[in-house]
């Protein structure tokens, strides 16, 4: 998969248009449609989207993402995608519609097809909407498809409701509309050494800063090593106020079943399910015996 970060003549594609934070189960149908349409032209697969979420252009400020820009086209490369057209929201915002779709998509991309969500929307003051890509099909010899919307338990998918299961602690939930497991990566770093005194050693990573946060808590995860290897996990998020007291976020995770040293590898922590709120205890011993009930309370 190409990441074109420059407008360039790409003829022929078919192009999945949207931001696609998360790659969830909504996001995937739009996605399989241009994959889909590519294979039966012949032609070749493009998703056209931004860096940067529109809303640090409006707003001045970064929100928080459900996923980095790094794992966001891996996904979208296991989907089949042959290129990213990553614009900058800067030079488009102010086109109209018809602007956007003449002087950028049918200029470089000459698109055989167009997919997008039922709600999508583009162009100044969000003026263009999906019947508005669908009555230019004839002008522009593209064909237009416009998916419905994805739902699960009677919620329809997007990033914003998955944002607030995971803001909830609802992790699960969260993990079922994107269709595979709420995750976050890092780097393993020396923390204050306290858990291997009481027999659960941990892989401490700093949470990205830039990802959405789930709530102070422990959680049941699952942690995936450099090297692919999967191991359970029991995982601490929030500031381990029976240890230490400076306040700071950390990811603290002791895998079950596992001996060897992990500083300076690279882990990703898919989270399984929320099983209490981060509590302080009176003494390490208290905490030793929580943990044991967690562990226990995962099976």
Excluded at 44 to 63: D, M, N, R
Excluded at 185 to 205: E, F, L
Excluded at 247 to 265: K, P, V
């Amino acid at each position: 998969m190409e990441i074109v970060r420059e407008l360039r003549e790409i003829p022929n594609l078919a192009l999945a248009l949207g931001f696609f934070d998360g790659v969830h189960l909504g996001h995937q149908a739009v996605i399989g449609c241009a994959v889909k349409a590519a294979q039966y032209t012949g032609c070749g697969s493009a998703v056209v989207t931004f860096k940067e979420h529109p809303y640090c252009y409006f707003k001045g400020e970064s929100p928080k993402y459900i996923l980095t820009l790094e794992d966001k086209y891996k996904y979208l490369e296991k989907l089949g995608i042959d290129y990213v057209i990553e614009l900058d929201f800067a030079k488009i915002c102010h086109m109209t519609p018809i602007e956007y779709l003449e002087n950028v998509l049918v200029k470089y991309f000459s698109p055989k097809a167009i997919s997008t969500g039922f709600n999508h929307h583009f162009g100044v003051d969000k003026s263009g909407n999906v019947l508005f890509l669908s009555e230019c099909q004839d002008k522009f010899h593209y064909y237009y498809i416009a998916t419905p919307p994805e739902s699960i338990f009677g919620d329809i998918i997007s990033s914003t409701v998955i944002r607030k299961y995971i803001k909830n602690g609802v992790v699960d939930m969260a993990g079922s509309m994107l269709g595979r497991k709420f995750a976050v990566s890092g780097n393993v770093i020396k923390g204050r050494q306290v858990g291997r005194t009481i027999g659960y050693p941990t892989a401490n990573i700093i949470y990205p800063f830039d990802i959405v946060e789930p709530p102070h808590g422990v959680y049941d995860v699952d942690v995936e090593l450099d090297d692919g290897s999967m191991y359970r996990g029991l995982a601490d998020f929030g500031v381990a106020p029976t240890v230490k007291n400076d306040g700071y976020q950390t990811l603290e995770t002791y895998l079950l079943n596992f001996d060897g040293d992990l500083y300076d590898r690279d882990i990703k922590v898919h989270f399984n399910r929320m099983i209490r709120p981060e509590i302080k205890f009176n003494s390490f011993d208290e905490l030793k015996t929580q943990i044991e009930f967690d562990i226990q309370s995962m099976y």
